[in-house]
Protein backbone atom coordinates (compact mmCIF):
# COMPACT_ATOMS: atom_id res chain seq x y z
CA UNK A 1 0.00 0.00 0.00
CA UNK A 2 2.86 2.45 0.67
CA UNK A 3 4.35 1.55 -2.74
CA UNK A 4 1.41 2.51 -4.16
CA UNK A 5 0.94 5.89 -2.04
CA UNK A 6 4.33 6.50 -2.99
CA UNK A 7 4.03 5.71 -6.93
CA UNK A 8 0.54 7.89 -6.90
CA UNK A 9 3.03 10.74 -5.27
CA UNK A 10 5.63 10.35 -7.55
CA UNK A 11 3.06 10.40 -10.37
CA UNK A 12 1.40 13.80 -9.22
CA UNK A 13 4.82 15.15 -9.57
CA UNK A 14 5.78 13.24 -13.09
CA UNK A 15 2.33 15.05 -14.66
CA UNK A 16 3.16 18.69 -14.62
CA UNK A 17 3.39 20.43 -17.67
CA UNK A 18 6.75 21.15 -17.68
CA UNK A 19 7.89 18.01 -16.47
CA UNK A 20 5.94 16.07 -19.44
CA UNK A 21 7.21 18.69 -21.52
CA UNK A 22 11.18 17.64 -20.43
CA UNK A 23 10.01 13.89 -20.68
CA UNK A 24 8.68 14.33 -24.32
CA UNK A 25 11.95 16.18 -25.66
CA UNK A 26 14.05 13.68 -23.51
CA UNK A 27 12.36 10.74 -25.61
CA UNK A 28 12.78 12.54 -28.97
CA UNK A 29 15.91 13.18 -28.14
CA UNK A 30 16.25 9.78 -26.98
CA UNK A 31 15.31 8.01 -30.45
CA UNK A 32 17.29 10.75 -32.37
CA UNK A 33 20.34 9.66 -30.61
CA UNK A 34 19.11 5.62 -31.13
CA UNK A 35 18.45 6.26 -34.77
CA UNK A 36 22.08 7.36 -35.53
CA UNK A 37 24.31 4.58 -36.22
CA UNK A 38 27.06 4.10 -33.69
CA UNK A 39 25.47 6.49 -31.39
CA UNK A 40 24.21 4.58 -27.99
CA UNK A 41 22.33 5.87 -24.59
CA UNK A 42 26.18 6.60 -22.98
CA UNK A 43 26.75 8.99 -25.61
CA UNK A 44 23.77 10.62 -25.84
CA UNK A 45 23.57 11.09 -21.91
CA UNK A 46 27.24 12.81 -21.61
CA UNK A 47 26.61 15.14 -24.47
CA UNK A 48 23.28 16.21 -23.28
CA UNK A 49 24.04 16.24 -19.46
CA UNK A 50 25.46 19.96 -19.52
CA UNK A 51 22.15 21.05 -20.94
CA UNK A 52 20.34 19.78 -17.75
CA UNK A 53 22.13 22.09 -15.40
CA UNK A 54 20.14 25.08 -14.22
CA UNK A 55 16.87 22.73 -14.59
CA UNK A 56 14.83 21.44 -11.73
CA UNK A 57 16.35 17.78 -10.40
CA UNK A 58 12.97 16.16 -11.10
CA UNK A 59 12.39 17.72 -14.66
CA UNK A 60 16.06 17.30 -15.52
CA UNK A 61 16.55 13.30 -14.26
CA UNK A 62 12.94 12.57 -15.92
CA UNK A 63 14.71 14.15 -19.07
CA UNK A 64 18.04 11.80 -18.79
CA UNK A 65 15.92 8.80 -17.87
CA UNK A 66 14.24 9.31 -21.25
CA UNK A 67 17.02 9.83 -23.47
CA UNK A 68 18.57 6.69 -21.68
CA UNK A 69 15.31 4.35 -22.92
CA UNK A 70 14.29 6.02 -26.02
CA UNK A 71 17.77 5.25 -27.09
CA UNK A 72 17.18 1.77 -26.96
CA UNK A 73 13.70 1.94 -28.75
CA UNK A 74 15.33 4.18 -31.73
CA UNK A 75 18.31 2.25 -32.13
CA UNK A 76 16.06 -0.94 -33.50
CA UNK A 77 14.61 1.34 -36.44
CA UNK A 78 18.85 1.45 -38.23
CA UNK A 79 18.69 -2.17 -37.24
CA UNK A 80 15.33 -3.52 -39.37
CA UNK A 81 15.63 -0.54 -42.00
CA UNK A 82 19.23 -0.47 -42.37
CA UNK A 83 20.79 -4.11 -41.16
CA UNK A 84 22.58 -1.65 -39.23
CA UNK A 85 21.87 -1.36 -35.05
CA UNK A 86 22.16 2.02 -33.74
CA UNK A 87 24.09 1.32 -30.64
CA UNK A 88 25.02 -2.83 -28.95
CA UNK A 89 22.04 -3.85 -27.51
CA UNK A 90 20.32 -4.20 -31.05
CA UNK A 91 22.18 -6.00 -32.63
CA UNK A 92 20.26 -9.19 -31.98
CA UNK A 93 17.73 -7.47 -33.68
CA UNK A 94 19.24 -7.64 -36.79
CA UNK A 95 18.99 -10.89 -37.21
CA UNK A 96 15.38 -11.28 -38.22
CA UNK A 97 14.19 -7.36 -38.29
CA UNK A 98 16.62 -6.81 -41.62
CA UNK A 99 15.30 -10.29 -43.31
CA UNK A 100 11.33 -9.32 -42.48
CA UNK A 101 11.84 -5.59 -43.97
CA UNK A 102 13.58 -7.44 -47.02
CA UNK A 103 10.67 -10.05 -47.17
CA UNK A 104 8.22 -6.66 -47.62
CA UNK A 105 7.20 -6.59 -43.68
CA UNK A 106 9.21 -4.01 -42.59
CA UNK A 107 5.91 -1.74 -41.26
CA UNK A 108 4.96 -5.23 -39.01
CA UNK A 109 8.08 -5.44 -37.80
CA UNK A 110 8.70 -1.69 -37.12
CA UNK A 111 5.29 -1.70 -35.22
CA UNK A 112 6.46 -5.36 -33.41
CA UNK A 113 9.86 -3.53 -32.19
CA UNK A 114 7.79 -0.67 -30.42
CA UNK A 115 5.07 -2.70 -29.18
CA UNK A 116 7.84 -5.26 -27.62
CA UNK A 117 10.19 -2.42 -26.52
CA UNK A 118 6.52 -1.21 -24.84
CA UNK A 119 6.21 -4.46 -23.04
CA UNK A 120 9.62 -4.97 -21.89
CA UNK A 121 10.24 -1.22 -20.80
CA UNK A 122 6.75 -1.50 -18.50
CA UNK A 123 7.06 -4.98 -17.09
CA UNK A 124 10.67 -3.73 -16.16
CA UNK A 125 9.06 -0.56 -14.36
CA UNK A 126 6.44 -2.92 -12.66
CA UNK A 127 9.00 -4.77 -11.15
CA UNK A 128 11.36 -1.76 -9.82
CA UNK A 129 8.20 -0.17 -8.83
CA UNK A 130 7.60 -3.47 -6.47
CA UNK A 131 11.60 -4.60 -5.91
CA UNK A 132 13.52 -1.89 -5.62
CA UNK A 133 12.14 -1.03 -2.07
CA UNK A 134 12.93 -4.02 -0.44
CA UNK A 135 16.37 -3.90 -2.33
CA UNK A 136 16.68 -0.51 -0.32
CA UNK A 137 15.59 -2.28 2.53
CA UNK A 138 18.33 -4.95 2.46
CA UNK A 139 20.70 -2.78 1.76
CA UNK A 140 20.36 -0.68 4.75
CA UNK A 141 22.46 -2.98 7.01
CA UNK A 142 25.74 -2.69 4.04
CA UNK A 143 28.75 -1.31 5.29
CA UNK A 144 32.22 0.50 3.92
CA UNK A 145 32.90 -3.72 3.00
CA UNK A 146 29.58 -4.53 1.13
CA UNK A 147 30.13 -0.92 -0.60
CA UNK A 148 33.91 -1.79 -1.35
CA UNK A 149 32.55 -5.45 -2.80
CA UNK A 150 29.83 -4.44 -5.10
CA UNK A 151 31.97 -1.99 -6.61
CA UNK A 152 34.21 -4.69 -7.30
CA UNK A 153 31.29 -7.37 -8.01
CA UNK A 154 30.64 -4.44 -10.95
CA UNK A 155 33.86 -3.72 -12.44
CA UNK A 156 34.52 -7.84 -12.63
CA UNK A 157 31.45 -8.59 -14.07
CA UNK A 158 31.80 -6.20 -17.03
CA UNK A 159 35.12 -7.43 -17.87
CA UNK A 160 34.57 -10.83 -17.94
CA UNK A 161 31.46 -9.82 -19.98
CA UNK A 162 34.23 -8.21 -22.71
CA UNK A 163 34.87 -11.90 -23.51
CA UNK A 164 37.93 -12.68 -25.76
CA UNK A 165 39.26 -8.74 -24.94
CA UNK A 166 38.89 -8.98 -20.97
CA UNK A 167 42.76 -8.15 -20.91
CA UNK A 168 42.22 -4.59 -22.74
CA UNK A 169 39.33 -4.93 -20.66
CA UNK A 170 41.32 -5.09 -17.53
CA UNK A 171 43.89 -2.73 -18.87
CA UNK A 172 40.94 -0.11 -19.92
CA UNK A 173 39.60 -0.60 -15.56
CA UNK A 174 43.17 0.27 -15.03
CA UNK A 175 43.18 3.82 -16.48
CA UNK A 176 40.29 4.77 -15.33
CA UNK A 177 41.33 4.07 -11.64
CA UNK A 178 44.26 6.06 -12.16
CA UNK A 179 42.44 8.61 -13.27
CA UNK A 180 39.72 8.48 -10.80
CA UNK A 181 43.19 9.08 -8.54
CA UNK A 182 43.69 12.36 -9.46
CA UNK A 183 43.22 15.21 -6.60
CA UNK A 184 43.87 16.40 -3.74
CA UNK A 185 43.68 13.57 -1.46
CA UNK A 186 40.51 13.97 1.05
CA UNK A 187 42.42 11.94 4.11
CA UNK A 188 45.89 12.57 3.64
CA UNK A 189 45.25 16.27 1.64
CA UNK A 190 48.51 15.49 -0.43
CA UNK A 191 47.90 16.49 -3.77
CA UNK A 192 48.25 13.21 -6.14
CA UNK A 193 49.24 13.76 -9.96
CA UNK A 194 48.00 17.19 -10.35
CA UNK A 195 51.72 18.38 -11.70
CA UNK A 196 50.90 21.94 -9.62
CA UNK A 197 47.76 22.52 -11.90
CA UNK A 198 45.03 23.84 -9.98
CA UNK A 199 42.56 22.63 -12.57
CA UNK A 200 43.48 19.17 -11.29
CA UNK A 201 43.09 19.72 -7.76
CA UNK A 202 39.27 18.70 -7.47
CA UNK A 203 40.23 15.68 -9.81
CA UNK A 204 39.31 14.98 -13.46
CA UNK A 205 36.17 16.10 -13.99
CA UNK A 206 33.50 12.89 -15.27
CA UNK A 207 31.73 14.45 -18.18
CA UNK A 208 34.74 16.04 -20.47
CA UNK A 209 35.87 12.11 -20.36
CA UNK A 210 32.63 10.76 -21.03
CA UNK A 211 31.93 12.98 -23.85
CA UNK A 212 35.27 13.00 -25.70
CA UNK A 213 34.68 8.86 -25.43
CA UNK A 214 31.33 8.48 -26.11
CA UNK A 215 30.63 11.15 -28.26
CA UNK A 216 34.04 12.32 -30.32
CA UNK A 217 35.53 9.23 -29.99
CA UNK A 218 32.43 7.55 -31.82
CA UNK A 219 32.68 10.17 -34.39
CA UNK A 220 36.23 9.80 -35.16
CA UNK A 221 35.98 5.86 -35.48
CA UNK A 222 33.04 6.48 -38.10
CA UNK A 223 35.10 8.32 -39.97
CA UNK A 224 37.78 5.98 -40.07
CA UNK A 225 35.02 3.51 -41.02
CA UNK A 226 34.14 5.37 -43.78
CA UNK A 227 30.45 6.08 -42.19
CA UNK A 228 30.16 9.85 -43.94
CA UNK A 229 31.45 8.27 -47.72
CA UNK A 230 27.89 6.80 -47.66
CA UNK A 231 24.71 7.99 -48.97
CA UNK A 232 21.04 6.83 -47.81
CA UNK A 233 20.60 4.37 -50.53
CA UNK A 234 20.78 1.73 -48.15
CA UNK A 235 17.64 2.17 -46.31
CA UNK A 236 15.11 0.02 -47.02
CA UNK A 237 11.49 1.66 -48.23
CA UNK A 238 8.40 0.95 -45.66
CA UNK A 239 5.82 2.96 -46.93
CA UNK A 240 4.66 1.65 -50.21
CA UNK A 241 3.49 -1.87 -48.21
CA UNK A 242 0.15 -2.93 -48.21
CA UNK A 243 -0.23 -4.06 -44.96
CA UNK A 244 1.71 -1.83 -42.27
CA UNK A 245 -0.06 -3.39 -39.23
CA UNK A 246 1.24 -6.90 -37.80
CA UNK A 247 -1.49 -9.28 -38.57
CA UNK A 248 -3.15 -11.63 -36.06
CA UNK A 249 -0.71 -14.24 -36.03
CA UNK A 250 2.28 -11.91 -35.19
CA UNK A 251 0.22 -11.48 -31.83
CA UNK A 252 -0.58 -14.66 -31.40
CA UNK A 253 2.86 -16.43 -31.77
CA UNK A 254 4.77 -13.43 -29.72
CA UNK A 255 2.38 -13.09 -26.79
CA UNK A 256 4.76 -15.45 -25.03
CA UNK A 257 8.12 -14.45 -26.19
CA UNK A 258 7.48 -10.99 -24.54
CA UNK A 259 6.95 -12.60 -20.88
CA UNK A 260 9.88 -14.78 -21.43
CA UNK A 261 12.15 -11.89 -22.97
CA UNK A 262 10.91 -9.33 -20.36
CA UNK A 263 11.47 -11.47 -17.11
CA UNK A 264 15.08 -13.08 -18.43
CA UNK A 265 16.00 -8.80 -19.88
CA UNK A 266 15.26 -7.53 -15.88
CA UNK A 267 17.37 -10.21 -14.34
CA UNK A 268 20.12 -9.73 -16.41
CA UNK A 269 19.70 -5.46 -16.01
CA UNK A 270 20.12 -6.43 -12.28
CA UNK A 271 23.37 -7.69 -12.41
CA UNK A 272 25.80 -4.95 -12.73
CA UNK A 273 27.98 -4.98 -15.52
CA UNK A 274 25.58 -7.56 -17.79
CA UNK A 275 23.54 -4.98 -19.65
CA UNK A 276 21.37 -4.95 -22.33
CA UNK A 277 23.28 -6.53 -25.28
CA UNK A 278 23.66 -9.32 -22.74
CA UNK A 279 20.10 -9.68 -21.89
CA UNK A 280 18.85 -9.31 -25.96
CA UNK A 281 21.53 -11.84 -27.13
CA UNK A 282 20.25 -14.45 -23.83
CA UNK A 283 16.76 -13.54 -24.69
CA UNK A 284 17.00 -14.45 -28.56
CA UNK A 285 18.84 -17.54 -27.79
CA UNK A 286 16.24 -18.72 -25.37
CA UNK A 287 13.46 -17.74 -27.45
CA UNK A 288 14.91 -20.05 -30.09
CA UNK A 289 15.66 -22.90 -27.95
CA UNK A 290 11.86 -23.03 -27.10
CA UNK A 291 10.59 -22.02 -31.14
CA UNK A 292 8.71 -24.84 -32.63
CA UNK A 293 10.38 -23.47 -35.79
CA UNK A 294 13.82 -22.79 -34.80
CA UNK A 295 15.27 -23.23 -38.20
CA UNK A 296 13.13 -19.97 -39.50
CA UNK A 297 15.32 -17.78 -37.34
CA UNK A 298 17.35 -15.53 -38.88
CA UNK A 299 15.34 -15.54 -41.87
CA UNK A 300 12.45 -12.76 -40.62
CA UNK A 301 10.88 -14.80 -37.28
CA UNK A 302 8.71 -12.34 -36.04
CA UNK A 303 9.85 -13.71 -32.50
CA UNK A 304 13.51 -13.25 -33.24
CA UNK A 305 12.76 -9.58 -33.12
CA UNK A 306 10.58 -9.54 -30.44
CA UNK A 307 12.77 -11.30 -27.94
CA UNK A 308 15.83 -9.12 -27.94
CA UNK A 309 13.59 -6.31 -28.29
CA UNK A 310 11.45 -7.25 -25.17
CA UNK A 311 14.61 -7.74 -23.31
CA UNK A 312 17.28 -5.25 -24.14
CA UNK A 313 14.04 -2.52 -22.81
CA UNK A 314 13.81 -4.29 -19.92
CA UNK A 315 17.09 -5.18 -18.78
CA UNK A 316 17.38 -0.87 -19.16
CA UNK A 317 14.82 -0.85 -16.56
CA UNK A 318 16.43 -3.33 -14.25
CA UNK A 319 19.78 -1.85 -14.57
CA UNK A 320 18.07 1.49 -12.48
CA UNK A 321 17.81 -0.66 -9.42
CA UNK A 322 21.22 -1.26 -8.17
CA UNK A 323 21.77 2.45 -9.45
CA UNK A 324 19.04 3.70 -6.88
CA UNK A 325 19.35 1.54 -4.04
CA UNK A 326 22.93 0.72 -3.68
CA UNK A 327 24.77 3.62 -5.74
CA UNK A 328 26.26 0.96 -8.02
CA UNK A 329 25.96 1.82 -11.73
CA UNK A 330 25.68 -1.59 -13.98
CA UNK A 331 26.28 -0.15 -16.91
CA UNK A 332 28.12 2.93 -18.86
CA UNK A 333 24.74 4.87 -19.34
CA UNK A 334 23.82 4.76 -15.44
CA UNK A 335 26.98 5.38 -14.73
CA UNK A 336 26.80 9.08 -16.52
CA UNK A 337 23.28 8.85 -14.73
CA UNK A 338 24.64 8.60 -11.08
CA UNK A 339 27.11 10.88 -12.14
CA UNK A 340 24.10 13.57 -12.88
CA UNK A 341 22.70 12.79 -9.33
CA UNK A 342 25.54 13.78 -8.00
CA UNK A 343 26.39 17.10 -9.88
CA UNK A 344 22.83 17.88 -7.98
CA UNK A 345 24.18 16.90 -4.36
CA UNK A 346 22.24 13.85 -4.32
CA UNK A 347 24.10 9.72 -3.68
CA UNK A 348 22.00 6.96 -4.44
CA UNK A 349 22.20 4.37 -2.32
CA UNK A 350 20.14 2.84 0.62
CA UNK A 351 18.69 5.82 1.64
CA UNK A 352 18.35 7.44 -1.60
CA UNK A 353 14.61 6.08 -1.30
CA UNK A 354 13.86 7.43 1.77
CA UNK A 355 15.25 10.67 2.02
CA UNK A 356 14.36 11.55 -1.75
CA UNK A 357 10.75 10.50 -2.30
CA UNK A 358 10.19 12.81 -4.48
CA UNK A 359 12.91 12.57 -6.78
CA UNK A 360 13.15 8.46 -7.05
CA UNK A 361 9.17 7.62 -7.29
CA UNK A 362 8.97 10.85 -9.80
CA UNK A 363 11.58 9.34 -11.80
CA UNK A 364 9.61 5.56 -11.48
CA UNK A 365 6.53 7.24 -12.26
CA UNK A 366 8.05 8.99 -15.32
CA UNK A 367 9.41 6.04 -16.75
CA UNK A 368 5.41 4.53 -17.38
CA UNK A 369 4.94 7.97 -19.16
CA UNK A 370 7.51 8.17 -20.89
CA UNK A 371 7.17 4.18 -22.21
CA UNK A 372 3.83 4.96 -23.29
CA UNK A 373 5.23 8.29 -25.26
CA UNK A 374 7.96 6.31 -26.84
CA UNK A 375 5.20 3.69 -28.17
CA UNK A 376 3.23 6.74 -29.84
CA UNK A 377 6.70 8.24 -30.72
CA UNK A 378 8.13 5.28 -32.28
CA UNK A 379 4.83 4.16 -34.21
CA UNK A 380 3.81 7.29 -35.65
CA UNK A 381 7.13 9.30 -35.84
CA UNK A 382 8.58 6.43 -38.08
CA UNK A 383 8.61 8.78 -41.33
CA UNK A 384 10.63 11.59 -39.41
CA UNK A 385 13.12 9.50 -37.90
CA UNK A 386 13.86 7.35 -41.14
CA UNK A 387 14.35 11.26 -42.91
CA UNK A 388 17.26 11.26 -40.08
CA UNK A 389 18.80 7.95 -41.77
CA UNK A 390 18.65 9.58 -44.67
CA UNK A 391 20.68 12.78 -43.88
CA UNK A 392 24.07 12.20 -44.93
CA UNK A 393 26.79 11.59 -41.96
CA UNK A 394 29.06 13.82 -43.15
CA UNK A 395 26.34 16.77 -42.15
CA UNK A 396 25.65 15.11 -38.46
CA UNK A 397 29.44 15.04 -37.24
CA UNK A 398 30.19 18.32 -37.64
CA UNK A 399 27.05 19.62 -35.82
CA UNK A 400 27.88 16.28 -33.07
CA UNK A 401 30.90 17.86 -32.61
CA UNK A 402 29.75 21.34 -31.65
CA UNK A 403 27.37 20.06 -29.45
CA UNK A 404 30.22 18.05 -27.75
CA UNK A 405 32.09 21.40 -27.22
CA UNK A 406 29.70 23.87 -26.52
CA UNK A 407 28.70 21.34 -23.81
CA UNK A 408 31.34 20.61 -22.19
CA UNK A 409 32.22 23.95 -22.15
CA UNK A 410 28.88 25.18 -20.66
CA UNK A 411 29.32 23.23 -17.33
CA UNK A 412 31.93 25.55 -16.12
CA UNK A 413 33.56 27.59 -18.88
CA UNK A 414 36.91 25.82 -18.50
CA UNK A 415 38.99 25.22 -21.57
CA UNK A 416 41.06 22.53 -19.55
CA UNK A 417 38.36 20.97 -19.56
CA UNK A 418 37.54 21.07 -23.36
CA UNK A 419 40.99 20.26 -24.43
CA UNK A 420 40.77 17.35 -22.38
CA UNK A 421 37.24 16.23 -24.02
CA UNK A 422 38.99 16.60 -27.21
CA UNK A 423 41.89 14.55 -25.47
CA UNK A 424 39.45 11.92 -24.52
CA UNK A 425 38.28 11.92 -27.87
CA UNK A 426 41.76 10.86 -29.88
CA UNK A 427 42.01 8.42 -26.71
CA UNK A 428 38.27 7.41 -27.11
CA UNK A 429 38.63 6.38 -30.96
CA UNK A 430 42.10 5.19 -30.51
CA UNK A 431 40.41 2.42 -27.85
CA UNK A 432 37.82 1.73 -30.20
CA UNK A 433 40.14 1.07 -33.02
CA UNK A 434 42.20 -1.69 -30.85
CA UNK A 435 39.68 -3.05 -28.70
CA UNK A 436 39.85 -1.18 -25.84
CA UNK A 437 36.89 -0.90 -23.27
CA UNK A 438 35.57 3.12 -23.17
CA UNK A 439 33.04 1.67 -20.66
CA UNK A 440 35.25 -0.04 -18.51
CA UNK A 441 37.34 3.46 -18.14
CA UNK A 442 34.28 5.15 -17.41
CA UNK A 443 32.88 2.78 -14.76
CA UNK A 444 35.95 2.51 -13.19
CA UNK A 445 36.25 6.10 -13.60
CA UNK A 446 33.13 6.64 -11.53
CA UNK A 447 33.33 3.74 -9.48
CA UNK A 448 37.47 3.93 -8.28
CA UNK A 449 36.59 7.15 -5.85
CA UNK A 450 33.85 5.31 -4.85
CA UNK A 451 35.56 2.35 -4.01
CA UNK A 452 38.68 3.86 -2.62
CA UNK A 453 36.67 5.88 0.04
CA UNK A 454 34.66 2.60 1.03
CA UNK A 455 37.95 0.35 1.43
CA UNK A 456 39.93 3.07 3.66
CA UNK A 457 36.78 3.18 5.63
CA UNK A 458 36.70 -0.62 5.83
CA UNK A 459 40.19 -0.69 6.55
CA UNK A 460 39.99 1.90 9.70
CA UNK A 461 37.43 -0.32 11.20
CA UNK A 462 38.93 -2.98 10.96
CA UNK A 463 42.35 -1.56 11.99
CA UNK A 464 43.56 -2.51 8.58
CA UNK A 465 42.54 -6.39 8.69
CA UNK A 466 41.22 -7.61 5.88
CA UNK A 467 39.79 -10.77 7.36
CA UNK A 468 36.18 -8.12 7.81
CA UNK A 469 35.28 -9.15 4.55
CA UNK A 470 34.62 -12.70 5.41
CA UNK A 471 33.64 -11.95 9.12
CA UNK A 472 30.31 -10.24 7.83
CA UNK A 473 27.31 -12.29 6.50
CA UNK A 474 26.29 -10.28 4.06
CA UNK A 475 30.11 -9.74 2.65
CA UNK A 476 29.72 -13.59 2.61
CA UNK A 477 26.37 -13.34 0.41
CA UNK A 478 28.32 -10.72 -1.95
CA UNK A 479 31.08 -12.21 -2.22
CA UNK A 480 29.23 -15.85 -3.13
CA UNK A 481 27.19 -14.34 -5.43
CA UNK A 482 30.53 -12.45 -7.12
CA UNK A 483 31.88 -15.88 -7.56
CA UNK A 484 28.60 -17.40 -9.47
CA UNK A 485 28.26 -14.77 -11.85
CA UNK A 486 32.12 -14.87 -12.79
CA UNK A 487 31.90 -18.23 -13.63
CA UNK A 488 28.23 -18.84 -14.44
CA UNK A 489 27.91 -15.51 -16.66
CA UNK A 490 30.95 -16.11 -19.07
CA UNK A 491 29.33 -19.76 -20.70
CA UNK A 492 25.94 -17.91 -21.08
CA UNK A 493 27.34 -15.52 -22.91
CA UNK A 494 29.37 -18.17 -24.68
CA UNK A 495 26.37 -19.79 -25.94
CA UNK A 496 24.39 -17.22 -26.61
CA UNK A 497 27.37 -15.88 -28.86
CA UNK A 498 27.55 -18.95 -30.50
CA UNK A 499 24.01 -18.68 -31.76
CA UNK A 500 24.24 -14.97 -32.45
CA UNK A 501 27.42 -16.32 -34.95
CA UNK A 502 25.84 -18.94 -36.41
CA UNK A 503 22.39 -17.30 -36.73
CA UNK A 504 24.37 -14.19 -38.89
CA UNK A 505 26.75 -17.05 -40.56
CA UNK A 506 23.50 -18.70 -41.55
CA UNK A 507 21.59 -15.21 -42.93
Known amino acids: MDVFADLVMGLSLAI ?31 ILLPVTFGMDPIGAIMMLAAIYYGAMYGGTITSILLN ?10 TFDGYPLAKKGRAGPALVMQAVASFVGGTVGVVLITVLAPMFAQVSRSFGPPEYFLLATMGMLT ?47 YFIPVAIGLFGLGEVFYSFYKGLHR ?52 MAYSLERSVSKNPDNFGKGEM ?11 AASSGAMIPLLTLGIPGSASTAVLLAALMLWGLRPGPLFMSQNPELAWGLI ?143
Not at 303 to 313: I, M, Q, R, S
Request: charged share 10%; aromatic share 10%; hydrophobic share 55%.
Open 158 to 204: LIVMIGSNWKLGCLSALIGFALGTVGVDLETGQGRYTFGSAELIGGI
Open 230 to 281: QGAGAVLAYDKEKRFWPDRLDWITTRMTMVRGSILGFVVGVIPGAGATIASL
Open 84 to 93: TPGESATVAS
Open 16 to 46: TPINLLYLFVGAMVGMTVGVIPGFGPSAGLA
Open 365 to 507: ASMYLGNMALLAINIFAIPLFVMLLKVPYRLLAPAVVMICALGTFSVHASFVETWLMFAAGVVGFFMRLYGFSPAALVLALVLGPLAEEALRQTLTISRGSFAIFVERPASLWIIAVTIVLLGLVPLVQKLSRGTAAAEKAGG
Open 303 to 313: AGLVAPETANN
